[in-house]
């Protein structure tokens, strides 16, 4: 099966690591298409880059759908850009990396906090958990790291997320992290081994449910929300 994921942003480099990290997880006999719109933020960091960056990917997932036969396509930035627009463009399963990995660290213990970059992202991440029915159960961090500063090594933004890990589990009670941020899909299974603890990364938690869908053979409701697009001028 061929499995799209798709970074809403413009930065390539960031879309290598992406796929590094769901073809960590793939399993045999499933391709993973990594890509990116050539145009757009180099970064989402709150809800004017979401805007700027739902175009793009609409055309991105438009683009290989016609090309070639998709099992299903991972959105793959946090905020779950513009999930439903691409669920009633593609014609297979859409998985946001958010909804993903909430869904996930929900099976894995009571309580969770996600770790995401900037402030300014949080908002948007609160209301994903209330969707989603697991504002309950967790919290939002935000470990002051821009998303661009997860690229340099030399930026000491691994150090941050990982403090803020450490102080989600002592302040809050987390029994399993999400990182909230699809930037830091190489860092889950590291975290994990380090904290003692689940550390849940998005990215490949979404590649394992469409798999999972594709197994079972199914696709997208198109009857109701989620029906294709109309006929129009645009």
Partial sequence: MRILVVNPNSTASMTVRIGAAARTVAAPGTEIVATNPPTGPASIEGYYDEALAVPGMLAVIDRHQRESELAGTVIACFDD??????????TAPVVGICEAAMQT????GGRFSVVTTLARSVPALERLAQRYGMAGRCTIRAAGVPVL???????????RVRAEIRRAVEQDGAETIVLGCAGMADLARSLSEEMGLPV??????????VE??????????KVGGYAPPLPKAR
């Fill in 81 to 90: 850009v513009g999930l439903d627009a691409a669920r009633s463009l593609a």
């Fill in 105 to 108: 660290a929900g099976l894995l």
């Fill in 149 to 159: 500063a997860l690229e340099d090594p030399a930026s000491g933004a691994v150090g």
């Fill in 200 to 209: 849940v990364d998005g990215v490949t938690a979404a590649v394992k449910l």
């Fill in 212 to 221: 999972g869908l594709a197994a079972l053979g199914l696709r997208t409701s």
